[in-house]
């Protein structure tokens, strides 16, 4: 198996788990907080999906997305265009809130398309290509690729727990 087809199957899995995690809730469920402080599973899927477009794109010198499918328009969030996100106070997360699940699976299914169309492509030296030399070391595509993949993952898993404290909740 080469090093493409390993990180096809991890984004592809990401897509799966997001699937999983947005079935079947509403808007009310969707952008629930826990707690005051708690990141909503709308915010969740919706970061984890712009940390995907923005650090695949940048990395495969496209555009993103978010912009060229105007799903920045669709989501209509009072954001700056680029936000992805990072470093989001409370007051911030609060802001992205989403009417549907189709919402979030959508823009992440674009993503997803475009994710897999450059990884079709790559080649196993392309992975040493170094892409952030903001970093000590700086950092190549292969290194970027699972930094994405390990973020993806960890925010989809809370996504899920925040549904499983909603279902408890609701019980």
């Known amino acids: 198996m080469h090093a493409k087809d390993i990180l096809s199957d991890g984004f592809s899995r990401i897509q799966e788990e997001v699937r999983a995690v947005v079935d079947g809730l509403g808007s009310d469920a969707l952008n629930a907080r826990p707690t005051a402080d ?45 936000d992805i996100g990072y470093g989001h106070s409370s007051a911030k997360v609060a802001e992205v809130r989403v009417d549907s699940g189709d919402l979030l699976t959508g823009y992440y299914d674009a993503v997803h398309t475009q994710s897999l169309g450059v990884l079709r492509e790559l080649a196993a030296k392309d992975l040493e290509r170094v892409v952030d030399e903001r970093w000590d070391p700086p950092v190549t595509l292969g290194v970027r690729l699972v930094s994405v993949l390990s973020d993806d993952l960890q925010h989809v898993g809370q996504a899920a727990y925040v549904r499983g404290l909603l279902q408890s909740a609701a019980s």
Not at 46 to 54: E, F, K, M, N, Y
Not at 64 to 77: A, N
């Open 38 to 82: 708690t990141n909503s599973i709308a915010w969740l899927v919706w970061h984890l999906a712009r940390v995907q477009d923005d650090h695949v794109a940048d990395a495969f010198g496209l555009d993103q997305v978010w912009l060229t499918q105007d799903w920045e328009k669709r989501f209509g969030l009072d954001l700056p265009r680029g």
